[in-house]
């Protein structure tokens, strides 16, 4: 079609795109199927075509010049038309270009395909040389196959030649042993007398050794015997310390039973510490009380009393705070209750799981045991029986000798073959009986060695055990931790230094104990239940002394708190590590000889922690002054305050009775009426269950003095236990305070003088009295004491009513609240109106929060001076 296009038109110059796009379309054909001439399974398939190596020249409209029909003399051609054309006498710049750019084009190409020819020049002989070392590798191998064949032959020859040689050999042998064979029967015949004679003298002699083989078998025996009986006294000895560490287990369990209950009589003394703080109340109340009297005039009782109203009730937010810390910190104490029962039936897990390991492994050594016992047994058995079986076989040989002798000189041929028989035979017993010696010797070593291997395994299984308990003492250590350095837990609130110090006497002795445990253990001591009860003793002393730590930081100044905690947690710290280095796998990188020195050391380290809390503890104890009256009977005081309890709460009963039984006021309505009786009936109900409280306290204290006194009268056992009478009478204290105030602030709601929130901290006040009673109670009462029990009720029955009283006093506040909500129509209101009330209560609220504020921060000064200033008067 160009070469069509370049004939009809005259302008070549315009027909130039179109020839750059075919020369250039031209080599990029001729490329592809040069490539694809190389690929050897497409050529098997198509024929690849040929392009000449230049595209036809267009501009020669005398030939018709096809890319198909051009032949291999085409450049020469296009060469000599090229130099004939005639050139146009305008000399075309651009057409002078166009051609340098072909022949430049040309050339290159032809450079190519000489290249293209020579890399196919050297594959062909490359080829051609692969196919040359082919020919050469068969011929050799044609060579090697010949050369086998020729040695297989010539093997085969040789083979032939020896069998021949072989057999004319033996053929002379043959003829050799004949007549060697006739010379030795007739030497034999001649000899047969002596020899027969000889041989008898030699088996008798080995009938003497058989003889004294058999008794020495039998010594071997009773050695046997000997080491059996050893190897059960060594069972039964496992047997009794097995016993051992059962009965120390149970004495774990009861250790365990002494803590916990020891952890009751620690919250009973919290819950005084905690009745000491009510008393502070209370003498602001008798404050209160004293102005009302001393007033002189109607408008000084009125301000003052609003004075006073505003004090308290600031006083009664500062009461709710305390108890809500209380219920937090009993919140708490029942967790750490919780805490100890699961660490306490973990414990009896693990020992149960150790129980029943123990067993096991007691009954796999007993039938092991039994195993080897009855195989050493039937060894025995088939090793008698074999001797017996040689007996048996001598006393035969005995008889056909005996038989040999009379019939000599008749079967004297006969006789050699008949020896030789019972020779056989003697050499077989003789190696079945050394065969059944060796069998008792490796037997009795392999009994060795399984007895060996169930003790090490036995010994690695309590290590394993020993490391799980040591674990979960470092769990619970960080643990308490961890609740050490939490804001949510506030530790033992009603804790004080002194308590404080005592647990960090226990953690000393608990660290000595362990070290002790761990050093006996550690110098071949097989019984670890002492280990692992002072390990959980150990553990249980760091957890308490920490939270008892955290508890008595309240009663800090704020640059001490941080240093007390730090160096609490430095001690946790050390525990944790002492308890690691005590693994079986730190412990066993350590030499023998250092083992001591790094207990030793661990011990010191831990007891040198703990003295730096000690020096900071110290720096917390006041110099409180303690007024006793030495002529004053312990018993007495007792006695009198349950009786001054009991008054109270009778005349407070008759209080309440008078109230209800007053005549109605016309004045009131009657929602008011109805709420006046819902308040008296809960206040009844109340001191009622106080009343029924005090009873049961006071036979309870009764039968804890008849049972701890012993042979000692009653005001010796109230002298021992000084403190624990002290707790019981401020707690009676408590109570009949707690009652009155209750008393009056139901009168002075029914009145109008009181508001119902003085109703609530009343009541709760009450509850919290009650509480401390039956806590200072507990301490000394019997854990399955019926009257304990009682008692327990009874307090159970004054919370309840004292939850009853706080519910209907809520109930009727929040009934007040909606009314007064009703009376204010927010949807009516101007919008400035509204703005303004907003304003109001925005303003409101901030007051609120500041004061809240400040009477927090004001309680906190006051727990932390009202400690450092108590004055306990007895």
């Known amino acids: 079609m160009l070469m069509a296009m370049h004939r009809s038109v005259e302008a070549h110059e315009a027909l130039e795109a179109l020839r750059s796009r075919f020369n250039a379309q031209h080599y990029a054909l001729r490329k592809f199927f040069y490539e694809c001439s190389n690929l050897k399974y497409l050529t098997s398939l198509i024929p690849v075509p040929h392009l000449q190596h230049d595209p036809p020249n267009f501009l020669d409209a005398g030939e018709d010049v096809t890319p198909s029909s051009a032949s291999s003399a085409a450049p020469r051609q296009i060469t000599s038309t090229a130099a004939q054309e005639t050139v146009p006498d305008t000399g075309d710049f651009w057409y002078q270009q166009q051609q340098e750019q072909l022949a430049l084009q040309r050339e290159q190409q032809r450079q190519q395909d000489l290249l293209q020819q020579q890399e196919q020049q050297r594959q062909q002989e490359i080829l051609r040389q692969q196919q040359l070392a082919e020919q050469r590798q068969q011929e050799l191998l044609r060579q090697q196959e010949q050369q086998r064949q020729e040695e297989l032959q010539r093997q085969q020859q040789m083979e032939a030649q020896l069998a021949q040689q072989r057999r004319e050999y033996e053929e002379q042998q043959r003829q050799m042993m004949e007549r060697q064979q006739q010379a030795q029967e007739q030497l034999a015949r001649q000899q047969m007398q002596q020899h027969v004679v000889g041989r008898l003298q030699e088996m008798e002699q080995e009938l003497l050794n058989y003889r004294g083989q058999h008794e020495r ?16 006294s060594e069972l039964s000895n496992l047997n009794f310390a097995q016993q051992q560490r059962d009965g120390n287990k149970e004495a774990l369990l009861k250790a365990l039973r002494e803590e916990l209950a020891m952890w009751k009589s620690k919250y009973e003394q919290l819950a005084k510490l905690y009745s000491q703080l009510r008393q502070e109340h209370l003498a602001l109340l008798g404050k209160y009380k004293q102005a009302n ?89 088939e090793l008698e029986k074999g001797i017996s079986d040689s007996q048996r076989n001598i006393d035969q040989m005995l008889k056909r000798i005996q038989e040999a002798r009379d019939e000599l000189t008749r079967v004297g041929e006969s006789r050699e073959e008949e020896v030789a028989i019972l020779q056989a035979g003697m050499d077989q017993s003789l190696m079945a009986l050394a065969e059944l010696q060796n069998n008792s010797a490796n037997s009795e070593s392999d009994m ?41 837990h506030l530790g033992n609130q009603s804790a004080t230094p002194e308590y404080v110090l005592s647990m960090i006497e226990k953690a000393y002795i608990a660290s000595s104990e362990f070290a002790i445990n761990v050093m006996k253990y550690l110098s071949g001591d097989d019984d670890q239940t002492e280990v692992i009860s002072a390990a959980t003793g150990f553990a249980e002393a760091i957890s308490q002394f920490l939270s008892n730590t955290k508890g008595v930081s309240r009663l800090a100044e704020d640059n001490k708190v941080e240093p007390l905690i730090k160096a609490a947690k430095n001690s946790a710290q050390v525990c944790q590590k002492f308890f690691r280095d005590m693994e079986s796998e730190n412990i066993a990188n350590v030499p023998d000889t250092d083992r001591p020195d790094l207990i030793a050391e661990s011990n010191h380290n831990m007891q040198a922690s703990l003295t730096s809390v000690i020096e900071l503890t110290e720096a917390l104890i006041p110099k409180a002054t303690v007024v006793k009256s030495g002529d004053e009977d312990l018993g007495d005081a007792v006695e009198r305050e349950m009786r001054n309890a009991a008054r109270v709460i009778e005349e407070a009963n008759a209080r309440l009775a008078n109230l209800m039984n007053k005549p109605r006021n016309p004045e009131i309505t009657a ?138 006093v809520k109930a009727i506040a929040a009934k007040q609240l909606e009314e007064q909500d009703t009376q204010l129509d927010l949807a009516n209101m101007p919008k400035h109106e509204f703005k303004v009330k907003e304003m109001e209560q925005l303003m409101e609220l901030n007051n609120l929060e500041i004061e809240l504020t400040y009477a927090r921060r004001k309680l906190a000064e006051m727990r932390r001076h009202g400690y450092h200033n108590e004055q306990d008067v007895i």
Request: charged fraction near 30%; charge should be positive; proline fraction near 0%.
């Open 217 to 232: 078998n039998q010594m071997t025996l009773s050695q046997y015997d000997r080491r059996v009986k050893a190897l059960e």
């Open 293 to 381: 009297v001393k007033a002189g005039s109607v408008a000084e009782i009125m301000s003052k009393l609003e004075g006073l109203q505003a004090e308290l009730k600031a006083k009664n937010s500062e009461l709710a705070e305390k108890i809500r810390d209380r219920d937090r910190a009993r919140a708490d104490l029942e967790k750490f209750k919780y805490g100890q029962r699961e660490g306490l039936s973990k414990t009896r897990r693990e020992l149960s799981y150790a129980k029943s390991e123990l067993e096991r492994l007691e009954k796999s050594q007993v039938e092991e045991s039994d195993t080897l016992l009855s195989d050493f047994n039937r060894k025995k058995e």
């Open 448 to 488: 060795q060695k399984k007895l060996e291997s169930m003790k090490s395994t036995h010994r690695a299984k309590l290590n394993k055990i020993l490391d799980a308990i040591l674990e979960s003492c470092i769990r619970k250590v960080d643990d308490s931790v961890f609740e050490l350095e939490s804001e949510v």
């Open 671 to 808: 929602t008011e009426y109805q709420v006046h009786s819902a308040i008296l009936d809960s206040a009844m109900a109340m001191t009622s269950a106080i009343a029924n409280l005090i009873r049961r306290a006071t036979i309870s204290q009764q039968e804890i003095v008849a049972e701890g006194k012993g042979s000692s009268s009653t005001t010796a056992f109230y002298k021992k236990n000084n403190r624990w009478t002290e707790g019981l009478i401020s707690a009676a204290k408590a109570v009949a305070v707690a009652t009155n105030f209750l008393v009056e602030a139901a009168d002075g709601v029914i009145n109008g003088t009181h508001i119902l929130e003085q109703l609530i901290v009343a009541s709760n006040e009450v509850a919290a009295a009650t509480a401390q009673l039956v806590a200072a109670s507990r301490v000394k009462a019997n854990m399955y004491s019926k009257t304990q029990e009682q008692l327990e009720l009874a307090s159970k029955a004054v919370t309840d009513a004292s939850k009853n009283m706080v519910k209907a």
